[in-house]
């Protein structure tokens, strides 16, 4: 595969849709967002119909230093890691090598025979049985019952790590499959919807089925393939030193932050829910395979039909959604396939889009969505952890639509 930006070309708006000068209300309103303080830099990202629209850097790369954003900018993306490491289980379903259906320990022997966690009046944590264990498909979605620390307050909650990023640097790998294996499940699998760890144990679930590990797969089956050279699951000499990093402080709540790839410590085992670093060309060649049905430039990394079942809507009427009510009040209306959260209908949402589009974020302020119906591919990179991060998912949507004829 050629570079990255060779395969790409020069942006083209006209040929992608696009109105050229109402491209250039984008580039005026990010540059508010700068002046006023609410984000040091950032790079977007667009194509349409298989051609870039718009590809534009802006602000500061390093907020201390004023070095100013390059387009090729390394940033971490956190759960923008998610969608890459569903892609690579679906390529291993597709191989024939696991099923949507197999419990998690068809796999990984320690997940057998996981209870529900129930929490007494008196606050007292009780495990009882499931009608059944959790699925790679319920891992995939979303519904397995496995969740992060930092979701709620019950003593559910309390039994688990912290979070993807922080797990992978406290606990080695096996300590993580057996602290979570020995975790109570939040519902009944299947029953509701709760961010967690879920897509760290499809990490671990690649690894056990290749014998590689997770980095080591990826790479050869997806980033490679696209031409992705700056994905990886730490940076290099090279790549530090275009590593975007956010303000000190939050700008809202003026707490101390920072992002995952700056922390001391060592990262004990590639975490697939939350590790990755990437450019926004690097993961805008990624959502383009997606959207143009699992193919690049002669490159399938899927079949169109699982990715049409992947950006399909898995979750059933009856499953409590909790996307809008505890992540992204904007995503109202929002169901999830198998890796992405999917639009229902073109209304309810306060976003900008078409039913049908499918998007994940990062908590360290990236973003992406896929349009199908427009053949629209959006990637926004950030280094914006706090919540003003929400403000710039709604803000990115809207300043594209408005361009597009």
Request: aromatic letters at 10%; a negative charge; proline letters at 5%.
């Amino acid at each position: 595969m050629a570079d990255i930006s060779e395969t790409f070309g020069a942006a083209d708006p006209e040929a992608a849709g696009f109105d050229p000068a109402r491209l250039t209300i984008v580039s005026q309103a990010f540059g508010r967002e700068i002046e006023a303080g609410r984000l040091p830099g950032a790079v977007m990202a667009v194509a349409r119909r298989g051609k870039l629209a718009y590809f534009e850097a802006f602000g500061s790369r390093d907020p201390e230093t004023g070095a100013a954003m390059p387009k090729n900018a390394v940033f971490s993306i956190a759960s923008m890691t998610k969608p890459m490491t569903s892609v690579a289980i679906m390529q291993l379903f597709e191989q024939g090598r696991l099923l949507l259906g197999d419990p998690i320990s068809a796999h990984l022997p320690e997940f057998a025979g996981m209870a529900r966690g129930v929490v007494g009046d008196d606050g007292t944590l009780h495990r009882v049985d499931v009608e059944r264990q959790p699925t790679i498909q319920d891992l995939l979605r979303h519904t397995s019952g496995l969740t992060y620390q930092n979701r709620g307050t019950t003593a559910v909650y309390a039994a688990y790590p912290g979070s993807s990023a922080t797990a992978a640097l406290q606990l080695t790998k096996q300590q993580a499959i057996d602290t979570l294996a020995s975790c109570p499940l939040l519902f009944e699998p299947g029953s509701a919807w709760e961010y967690g760890f879920s897509t760290d144990v499809l990490g671990f679930i690649v690894e056990a089925v290749t014998g590689q590990t997770l980095g080591a797969y990826l790479a050869e089956n997806v980033w490679a393939p696209l031409g992705m050279q700056d994905t990886a699951f730490d940076l290099d000499e090279t790549s530090k030193q275009r590593y975007a990093r956010a303000f000190d402080t939050d700008p809202i709540t003026g707490e101390p932050q920072s992002l995952y790839h700056e922390r001391e410590g060592t990262k004990h085992w590639e975490a697939g829910g939350a590790g990755a670093v990437s450019t926004a060309l690097d993961y805008l060649a990624f959502t383009e395979a997606l959207r143009e049905g699992g193919s690049r430039q002669g490159t399938r990394l899927l079949g169109p039909k699982t990715v049409r079942l992947m950006s399909s809507d898995h979750l059933e009427a009856h499953v409590s959604n909790r996307i809008a009510d505890t992540m992204d009040p904007a995503a109202e209306g929002y169901g999830f396939g198998l890796g992405f959260a999917v639009r229902r209908d073109d209304g309810v949402a306060a976003l900008a889009g078409t039913a049908g589009d499918y998007y994940w974020s990062g908590v360290f302020g990236t973003y992406f969505w896929i349009d199908p119906v427009e053949e629209l591919s959006c990637v926004v990179m950030a280094a914006a952890p706090g919540a003003i991060r929400l403000r710039f998912r709604q803000l990115s949507r809207a300043l594209v639509y408005q361009a597009m004829r």
